[in-house]
């Protein structure tokens, strides 16, 4: 828990279907999924060959 150690709030709640949706007046309800999003440690990986830079 290294990543939170300095964060002074944080709303955690693990949400439970039939849980009211923030959105709309619906409700939440669980299904299967494979992914959803994912960060990659890739440092330079794919910038650095393509010469890609950011502005300064
Ligand atoms: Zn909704």
Redesign the pocket.
């Known amino acids: 828990m290294d990543a939170v150690e300095n964060v002074d709030f944080a709303e955690l709640y693990e949400v439970q279907e039939g849980d009211g ?1 923030p ?2 007046d ?1 409700t939440l309800s669980f299904t299967k999924g494979i992914e959803v999003g994912h960060i990659f440690k890739l440092g330079t990986t794919y910038s650095k060959p393509r010469g890609d830079r950011t502005a300064p």
Do not use: P, S, V
């Open positions: 949706c959105y709309c619906g």
